[in-house]
């Protein structure tokens, strides 16, 4: 049931890229190195 598991992540990140402002979306791109891992 690792699919549901993925959806729902995509849903919750999708859900907080709709609220955030995307100035914080780059700053906290900026701290972290490691997203790459889901893009």
Known sequence: MWL???FHLSLM???IYQY???S???ALED???SNN???
């Open 37 to 39: 891992s889901f893009q």
């Open 24 to 26: 914080s979306i780059l």
């Open 31 to 33: 701290k972290k190195p």
């Open 13 to 15: 990140l999708f859900t």
């Open 4 to 6: 549901l598991h993925v």
């Open 20 to 22: 955030l402002p995307s």
